[in-house]
């Protein structure tokens, strides 16, 4: 078959949404669009367990520690369904980590901001995995098969993180007025970093055109941010604390909030590694990767081993 056939069969797919499988014929790039995008996302995931994990030794009460811990074991996961939609692709996961550890590959702008208090905690799974959520269920549609079928299971677990999140905040913003100004301190902190994390404008997007085209993305980074917006200034209204935005108000005619400027020149910096914490978050991850190779070692060898006995039983058989 030639190329422009096996294209037609593929467009013809994209079109009636049939998933792309791993094994199906698929334009090269298509291909490379998937593993930069599933690739980040998973470097997002296992950096993302960074600031957070920050707090397990000091969350206030056993119970909470219990829950941040199962919330960051969660992130974890999410990172190894990604890392094996990426392997699908074509590429190790030793490839796709060392783009991480060379600075090759991106991860999410968020995380390369600090976690200073326990409402940093609260306000990162209120605000930081409910845009992960609007983002990701309209992934859970996304046209290649493996993406979409991991982002029904994070999207379930996320649900929770951000109800905890917000839980987290709305016990504080009914506490002392210092824990009050805790939670208003980390809001005015984390509302901008969060709007960020939709990517640039669509104007400046440089992907969104193509990935549109093959449903991979199926709401553009604006229209995902009005969402965002549109929902956390109504939920926001429960926690006795306002969003760090004067020109945030309704507007009637569009039935959507209008909102401020994002500083963009912040958010390249951050995305160009000069954030407040983006040679502190690759410094740990090389670090436990290089810590981590006597585990990674120890499993080959077992595997090895098992392989040989299995293949020692049936020789004898
Ligand atoms: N940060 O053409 P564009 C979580 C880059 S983790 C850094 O619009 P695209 C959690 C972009 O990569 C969930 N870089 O790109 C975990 C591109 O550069 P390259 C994280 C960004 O791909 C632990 C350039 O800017 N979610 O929930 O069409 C604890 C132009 O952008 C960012 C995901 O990863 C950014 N914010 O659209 C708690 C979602 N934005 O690659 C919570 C999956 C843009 O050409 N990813 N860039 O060098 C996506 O949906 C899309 O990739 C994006 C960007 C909407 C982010």
New binding site residues.
């Given amino acids: 078959m030639s190329i422009l056939e096996l294209e037609q069969i593929f467009l013809d797919k994209i079109e009636r949404e049939i998933k792309i499988e791993p094994k199906d014929w698929m334009p090269e790039q298509y291909r490379k ?1 998937l593993i ?3 690739s ?10 960074l ?2 994990g920050n707090w397990i030794t000091r969350a206030p009460t056993l119970k909470r520690k219990a829950i941040l811990l199962a ?2 074991q969660d ?1 974890a996961g ?2 190894l369904y990604l890392y094996s939609a990426t392997e699908t692709l074509g590429v190790t996961r030793e490839q796709t980590i060392n783009d991480l550890h060379t600075g090759k ?7 390369n901001y600090p976690t200073l208090t326990w409402a940093d905690i609260g306000a ?2 209120w605000l ?2 409910g ?3 609007l ?2 269920v ?2 859970c549609r996304t046209s290649y098969g493996p993406y979409a079928r991991a982002m029904v299971r ?1 999207c379930k677990e ?1 649900s929770f ?1 951000q109800r905890q999140g917000f839980e987290i905040l709305l016990v504080m913003s009914k506490g002392s007025p210092e824990q009050r100004a805790m939670v208003q301190d980390a809001v005015n902190r984390w509302w901008w970093p969060s709007l ?5 404008h ?1 104007s ?5 055109e193509q ?1 549109t085209k093959w449903k ?2 199926r709401m553009s ?1 604006d229209e ?1 941010r009005q969402k965002f917006v549109d929902m956390i200034a109504e939920q926001v209204k429960f926690l006795n604390v306002t969003l760090p935005d004067p020109a945030l108000k309704w507007n009637e005619e569009r039935k959507h909030y209008d909102f401020g400027e994002i500083n963009w020149e912040e ?1 390249w910096n ?2 160009k590694g000069n954030g407040p914490c983006n040679r502190e978050r690759l410094a740990a991850r090389k670090k436990a990767w290089e810590e981590g190779a006597w585990v990674r070692e120890a499993a080959l060898a077992y595997s090895r081993k098992r392989k040989e006995r299995a293949a020692g039983q049936t020789a004898a058989a």
């Fill in positions: 669009t930069r995008q599933i980040q996302h998973a470097h997002s995931e296992v950096v993302g367990m600031p957070e919330k960051v992130e999410h990172g590959a991106k991860y999410s702008s968020i995380f990162i799974g930081v995995d845009a992960a959520i983002n990701q309209m992934l994070i996320e993180h960020m994390m939709f990517g640039p669509d400046e997007s440089t992907h969104s990935s991979i993305k980074n995902l958010f951050v995305v």
